[in-house]
Each structure stands twice: as structure tokens, then as C-alpha cells.
């Protein structure tokens, strides 16, 4: 079942022609979850064949406008493209008076229900959960209100083992019941223990995007262990003094909390414009932690259980 | 001396990948005029290699989406890139807000002198005027505030004759003075009337920009004789009774209006994302405006003296 991340944005403030600035879907099971909404996120959607109307849940990390300046045009295509279905937003409360603004002043009243979560950016918390997936919002160390998000399935359920399946014909409810726990009793009376017809389910897969931050360990424990991590890196070590003073990372510092995290990979974003040799920075960042790819406009990669 | 007008964008409502939606660049003698400013804008100025920094003066012609959700963007990249010039905005009140609320949300202190200019969209008036054009508003046909622009060219001063200047060797203020209209008196008191040594200056250029309107005969006499017209036409005759309910015009229209009007040329625009074989759109307005050319993302006319 899918888990994958696709960058549809990168850069940090600016966008250039080859890099837009940050947004990226998250699909899980089918589900897309848009983390922030740069400007021409809808187009990046298009180009990379995801369909508009699948997404359901926005995420925006903070109200730099790198980060939310395409979520208007998103939110009206939605509805010129005639969306019936809810669409929940969630961040900083002035986002929505922002976007009642422009509703307001485009006369535009949506066809579509829009909810919008105030988050709280200090707090590290469930903000959205539903069948599948929950997502808790990290505090981000930057000179304004911002979070990261942290994405992570359920714990499935316990799967049968063939063996024990072979030659019996089980019914819904007998899956139902063993997937809960149960142990299975056949039609003569036999007790197969559940112990000794399931397996463990696969580990749930979670992914944390971190931006805008400094360097902040604080972020460690709520991360730890995570299969994929993107955490910017908008600076290289020529410019580590920058970061600090723009609370902003350097490529090195995102690997170090990838290290110390256990993250699985991690992969850097949330480029400055001024770098155009992306490789140093790459080597800066496996100096640290080896498994770590560079971002890129249209990279897209699978979480596997 | 150049009068160009650039498309950086003319689909209607929804951006798609191969057209964005309106945003045009009018350079008139190296200063760049634009008009709309859609999602996507900045980067359409990059791709069609616009210094962003050359923009002094941005006209919007109505507040739906699709001619200025990339405003914001724009506005912060000058800011982010170290405008310090004064940047000049036309447009409809309630934009003012707008871009307050978002500079106060990101908590922004441009570093450059923002003048907003709220213009009255229901009056042909001048708004704006420098020494090189006049630009006016040219009130539209539509469910909602919206105008048009026309940007003309300041009445040059006469050219001095090449061969009366023939083996003369005029100052600096004896060029000023025939240019001002004064006859020439040479050293030896021989006069030269002015109207033997000038030549006409060259007519002013003129270009009108009308979007999004239903057709309305009442334009014609503030466009008339004008040298090039951009006129949207976001439907075919097949849809003239959607164009009529949603106060948009066919490219039928558009061709009537140039006509009538007697345009020098006719660029149609504003196209409907349905519309994906375009030539048949052209063919319709031809058969009334033989001088029609199809908007593109890229296309650059230039108009000549």
C-alpha cells in the first residue's frame, strides 16, 4: 500500500524558473495530504498527475509566503473544477481571515465546505487523524509562528498466515475476528490460538516534514525513529552563521538531527536561490548521515514497509 | 524606440500547464508596464527574461483570481530581492486590504515605497501619467468592478531634417529650440522657418487591454484608431449564450469590436480551458477582423511607428 512523498517544491523564498518554493503531497493508501502551498503549487499538482480534487487535508507550516502564496489559487480552482466535498485546512489562525478576504472580495461563495483548524505552533499535537493516518504538529525554532508536521499510519492489524489459511474456507467475520485478536475455533471444536495464526502487522510507516527551523534538538524526540525525514537545510556550512542569525538550518545541522532522530533517510530541502552546485551541498549532509538525497521539483519517494 | 507587449499569461480562470492566466508586460522605451499579475507571473517574467526589478507601475484589472493571485508573490520577491524604488499599483479598493493583511500575517516591512492608487473601474479617466504615456482605465462589461487599460504614447516633438542639418553644427539648445518649434537663425542672421527644416514626429502608439468584458459597443470610442487591442475572447460562437451569461465575449465578438473600432490589430485572449484547437477560435474572429492573432504564453508583438 503506498506511502510516498513528492516534492513539488524546494526552494526557499524565491520562486525560480527550475525550483518552486515549498509544497510537497504526501499519499498514503490514495490519500493526499498537501504539506504548504507555494505559489504554482496547482500547476506542479498537474504537472506531476495528481489530481486536484483528491487532496483533503492542507497543512501550512507558517505564513511566509514561500509557503502559502498558491493556496488561494488552489482553493478556487477547486471550485471553478466544481468540488462538492469538505476541504480542512490547517494553520495559523490569520490564515483564515486572509482567506475569507479574498472570498469576500472575488464575491465568491465555495460550493465546497471549507473548514479551517487553527493550529498552535508551540504545541506538539494530534491536529488531524482519521482512519488511516494522524498528523501532529512540531514546533519549528524559526522568528515566527511555524511548525513541522509528522504523518504516521495507524498500527495495522495482525495479518492470517497463509499456512493456516490453506484448505479452510473462512468467512468475513472469522477475518474480522481473528484480525481483532481473537483466537479461531473450527467447526469440530478444534482452538487454533491466535498467537498461532497471525503474524505481526507491518510497522506503521511515518514521515516528518520539517521547515522553516533552526538547528533545534528539541525536535528530536518527537521524530525519533521516523522512517523518512525532510528537513531544510536553505543553508551550506559557508553560511552556517546566516542560518543561525535567519533561524534557518545549514545541510549539516538537518543531517545531524537525521543522526540523532534515527531517521531512516532523510532528504534536504528548502534551498537558497544562491546555490547552484547542489552535490557540495549533498556531501556536507552525508558527512554526517549517510542516507540523504537532495530534494528536487518532481522527486518522488516511497516509504516501503 | 520599442512599444512591445508581452503575454506572460491569457487562460482563463484555472491555471493550466501549457497557459497561466492573465498577466501581460507592456515596454514601452524599456520601461515595463504590467498588467494583471495571475498565480505565476514571477516566474513567467524570468522564463520570458523581464528584469523583475524594471516594473514600476502594475495595473489590475478586477479582483477574480485568475488576473492577480500572483500579486503577493511579486510584491515579496521585489522586497526579498532589495527593491528600494517606489512600485506603483492600480487596481480596485479593496486590494489595498488584501495586501496589507498579508504583508501584517508575514508581519513584512517592504523596504520599498508601496503606492497603492485605488482606481474607479466604472470611469474612463487618466490614472496614471508619466513622461513617456498616459495610461486610463476603460470601464468593462462584467458581473463585477472590473476595467480595461489603455496606455498611449505622449505626442513626440518634431524630427529636425537630416539635410538641413547637412554641414551645420547646431549646440545642444539650438536642437531644444526647433524641437520646441522655434525657426533657426544661423550666425550669418539667415532664418530658417521651423516648418522647412522639421518633419512631423511620429504618431503616438497606442495599446488597449480589455478583459474581462461581455461586448460592449460602449468602448469603442475611447479605443477608436487605437494601434493594437488585446480583447478576451474566452468562448467560441458555440458558447455565445454562456459568453452573454457570464459577461465574457466570443472571439466574434472580439473581431466586431476591433472592427468597429478600427483597430490596427486584434490580439484575442482570455480562452476558456475547454478550448484546446485553437486555429478553429482564430478562423471564427478572422472572418471578422482579418488582423487577428491568438494569444500564447510567449508571444511578443511589437507595435512600430
Avoid: W
Avoid at 71 to 78: K, V
Avoid at 264 to 292: C, P, V, W
Amino acid at each position: 500500500m503506498t506511502f510516498s512523498v513528492s516534492i513539488l517544491g524546494c526552494g526557499a523564498a524565491i520562486p525560480l524558473t527550475h525550483r518552486n518554493p515549498s509544497a510537497q503531497v504526501v499519499n498514503v493508501k490514495e490519500q493526499l495530504y498537501l504539506f504548504d502551498c507555494a505559489e504554482g503549487t496547482q500547476v506542479q499538482l498537474r504537472k506531476n498527475h495528481f489530481r486536484l480534487q483528491k487532496i483533503e487535508n492542507i497543512f501550512i507550516s507558517h505564513l511566509h509566503g514561500d509557503h502559502y502564496f498558491g493556496l488561494m489559487g488552489l482553493i478556487t480552482s477547486l471550485h471553478l473544477l466544481g468540488r462538492e466535498s469538505a476541504l480542512h485546512i490547517y494553520a495559523y489562525h490569520q490564515l483564515e481571515q486572509i482567506i475569507q478576504m479574498h472570498l469576500h472580495a472575488s464575491k465568491t461563495v465555495l460550493r465546497y465546505p471549507l473548514h479551517f483548524h487553527a493550529i498552535d505552533p508551540d504545541r506538539n499535537e494530534v491536529i488531524m487523524e482519521n482512519k488511516t493516518v494522524s498528523v501532529s504538529s512540531i514546533p519549528m525554532k524559526h522568528n515566527f509562528p511555524t511548525c513541522g508536521f509528522l504523518i504516521r499510519e495507524h498500527q495495522g492489524k495482525p495479518n492470517i498466515r497463509k499456512d493456516f489459511l490453506e484448505g479452510k474456507s473462512l468467512d468475513v467475520s472469522d477475518y474480522g475476528r481473528i484480525k481483532r485478536g481473537e483466537d479461531y475455533i473450527d467447526s469440530a471444536g478444534k482452538v487454533y490460538p491466535n498467537a498461532d495464526i497471525t503474524l505481526p502487522p507491518a510497522p506503521p510507516r511515518s514521515y516528518a516534514y520539517c521547515t522553516d527551523t533552526a538547528y533545534d534538538e528539541g525536535i528530536i524526540p518527537i521524530i525519533e525513529n521516523i522512517d523518512l525525514l525532510y528537513h531544510e537545510a536553505t543553508f551550506m556550512e559557508d553560511r552556517k552563521a546566516d542560518a543561525e542569525a535567519k533561524f534557518h538550518s545549514t545541510a549539516m545541522q538537518a543531517a545531524s538531527i537525521a543522526r540523532k532522530a534515527h531517521a531512516g533517510q532523510l532528504i534536504i530541502g528548502h534551498f537558497s536561490a544562491r546555490y547552484k552546485e547542489m552535490d557540495k551541498m549533498l556531501d556536507e549532509a552525508r558527512e554526517i548521515f549517510a542516507n540523504t538525497v537532495l530534494a528536487e521539483d518532481g522527486l518522488s519517494i516511497d516509504i516501503h514497509n
